[in-house]
């Protein structure tokens, strides 16, 4: 398997613009996360999808962001409008079940830079 | 509320042990969990331990969990060059989806 697959890798954008990260779990993988990692902040988890269905986006800053997941093998994550304080490398990853001591799998980021 | 501390840096000679200690918070933690990130890419799981354990060994990993304490610690012996990272303390409570990660600790492997 190629692993946890985001897209793109780098994004620059100018604040007030659209920004959508993308993200391909690994097959057969049930749940999925959208982690954000700042210095300041450290690594915050923003929001998990089981089966497709969101569970818990406590993280999720606040309206301007919002994620999505059609199908069991695609899930965006959107920003709108972005601002420069949402710069930070953007992480997706992807578990096979909660139970046990389950490995999230991580994609290599999306690293966003909004000027 | 649930925390997870780290110390942020820690530089050793290759050859040398490296320790990284991690704190936290929750009690009812089920599992805790050591990634590491090199330069440009992803969290990698490099070890993990149950809590109802208090030592784990995994090839140059030792992984010690002290329960009383709130306290979990990875040795890493002979470190090398390709061990410079950094390492992220995670754990997880009950069987949410959700893992607590410290900062972080920048290890720097000297020649």
């Known amino acids: 398997d190629a692993g946890v697959i985001q897209s793109p890798r780098h994004e620059v954008t100018e604040m007030g613009q659209e920004v959508t990260l993308r993200c391909k779990p690994i097959?057969?993988?049930?749940?999925l996360f959208w982690y954000r990692q700042t210095m300041m902040r450290g690594l915050e988890l923003l929001i998990y999808?089981?089966?497709?269905?969101?569970?818990?986006d406590s993280g999720m800053p606040e309206d301007r962001f919002s994620a999505k997941m059609p199908n069991a093998s695609f899930s965006t994550l959107k920003i709108q409008p972005s601002e420069p304080r949402d710069s930070a490398v953007y992480f997706c990853?992807?578990?096979?079940?909660?139970?046990?001591?389950?490995?999230?799998?991580f994609g290599p980021g999306t690293r966003l830079t909004v000027t | 509320g649930e925390d997870v501390e780290q110390s942020l840096f820690l530089s050793v000679r290759e050859g040398d042990s490296s320790v990284i200690n991690c704190t936290y918070t929750d009690s009812s933690s089920t599992y805790l969990y050591w990634y590491k990130q090199e330069p440009g890419a992803g969290l990698q799981l490099l070890t993990y331990i149950f809590s109802n354990m208090d030592m784990k060994q995994d090839q140059r990993l030792t992984v010690l969990l002290n329960k009383k304490d709130k306290h979990l610690s990875l040795r890493i012996a002979d470190t090398q060059t390709g061990d410079s990272a950094i390492y992220f303390c995670a754990e997880r409570t009950g069987n949410t989806g959700k893992l607590i990660f410290g900062q972080g600790t920048t290890l720097q492997v000297k020649p």
């Open positions: 097959s057969g993988h049930d749940y």
């Open positions: 990853a992807s578990s096979l079940r909660l139970a046990g001591p389950y490995e999230q799998y």
């Open positions: 999808f089981n089966n497709n269905v969101p569970i818990d």
